[in-house]
């Protein structure tokens, strides 16, 4: 089986330049869930409830990762690493 790894985040980043960048790619892939969510109900006249399960699981995550970089200093370096890994599936 084939795979690749690509970095995605890699740098060191204040807490807002973090929350300004998580946020981002959050909202990006719920906004794509939502899109895939409106295209089934127009298509097919029902909704893709694995697409609204993972909209709340994103959502969950961005509102911990929000909270954690609240609690620290707008000064505090955080290192963030975040990496894409596609795997081919048989």
Known sequence: M?????PLIKG??????????LNTLFRSKIHMHGVSTF????REGTE???HNER????KSSI???NEYLS??????????E?????NEVS
């Open 2 to 6: 084939k795979q690749m790894t690509e």
């Open 12 to 21: 060191t980043f204040t807490p807002d330049e973090a929350r300004e960048i």
């Open 39 to 42: 295209s089934s109900l127009i």
């Open 48 to 50: 893709a409830p694995e």
């Open 55 to 58: 909209m709340e699981e994103l």
């Open 63 to 65: 509102s911990r990762i």
């Open 71 to 80: 609690q620290l200093k707008l000064t505090q370096e955080l290192k963030i």
């Open 82 to 86: 975040c990496y894409v890994e596609i």
